[in-house]
């Protein structure tokens, strides 16, 4: 179990991750929260779990085929 200050860093860091991811997939809609978390160093299963305790929906991002031209 996380002590106090251990876990309000860590939802600093969560809340930080998902306003920037936001922002990211404005500019790159194929980029997944699970790689953001990798190039972000944020450990992408404690995110996760933080968003469902916290009721937060996961940002829907457009997946390959739908960028594709018809």
């Known amino acids: 179990m996380l002590k106090k200050k251990q876990n309000d860093n860590a939802v600093r860091r969560y809340m930080s991750t998902m306003a920037q991811y936001r922002k990211a997939i404005g500019q790159n809609p194929a980029l997944t ?3 953001y978390c990798k190039m972000r160093h944020v450990y992408y299963r404690g995110l996760l779990e933080w968003m469902r305790k ?3 929906e996961k940002p829907v991002h ?3 085929g739908a ?3 018809k």
């Open 33 to 35: 929260l699970n790689a």
């Open 62 to 64: 457009k997946t390959g």
């Open 67 to 69: 960028l594709k031209e």
């Open 54 to 56: 916290e009721g937060i």
